[in-house]
């Protein structure tokens, strides 16, 4: 019986020795996977993840919170003050060419937005009708009218039109009118024509933004010949514009001839490119 007690001492110590043995090896059920350490690892990160969220940018999307916090945090702070603004292209301009003394050319076409060459140096520029201011202030210049051409091609013109051919060409002899501050060539012309009881007709030409003289004193473009018509010149230059764009100074001399060779029977053909 005191034998049999024995045993049953030993096993229990055993037993004691054995459950000890277990809890300190760290497999007791509800101790694996668990330390202090771990708990003050989480507390830091999420300290540091209030922190990143306390120093995120003021203006945030409405769904900024659905995010994560460490994602957000490493985003760069913006604000409209701070965003650039786009580039804006600004559209080329016309170039102002030097030969011109300051015309607005076309790059691709060599000429203005009126289809006009560059104005020779020292030579006035175009003013367009639309832009002229007629002032008080009262000038002279002269002006004439010649169809003397028409008497050495007497077989191109018209033969209805021969009647009409003065003696010597002169349809207006030189004579000294008044203009005033801002008139053009064209104006001295309708309102010369007008008083001395000579005929006139003219069109208006939007592409050259000038009026087109198409006949005087019944003599048309075309009557002597494919290459006829009227052309004028100021102080003994044939200007490559309209009449009603050159603005007239005091003392002018103007011209008006009829050619019948596209100017090069008059010393006018560089004014319309022959």
Known sequence: MAKHKNRLIAAGIIIVILAA???WGGNAPGLQGWSVGDKTQTAVQFERQTVAAKELPASLP?????KPVVALAEQPATSPENEEEPAVE???KPNADERSGGMEINPETGKDKYNTDPVPEGKPLPVEPQEAVIGEAAYTC?????CATILDNPDWLNPEKTELVPEGGVILPAQTVTFYEGESVFNVLQRTCKQNSIHMEFSNTP????????GIHNLYEFDCGEGSGWMYKVNGWFPNYGCSRYQLQNGDVIEWVFTCNRGGDVGGGQAVGS
Do not use: G, K, R
């Open 207 to 214: 592409m050259y933004n000038s009026a087109y003289i198409e």
């Open 62 to 66: 409405a769904d900024v919170w659905s």
């Open 21 to 23: 043995l277990f809890w």
């Open 90 to 92: 600004t559209p080329e």
């Open 142 to 146: 002269t002006i004439s009218i010649s």
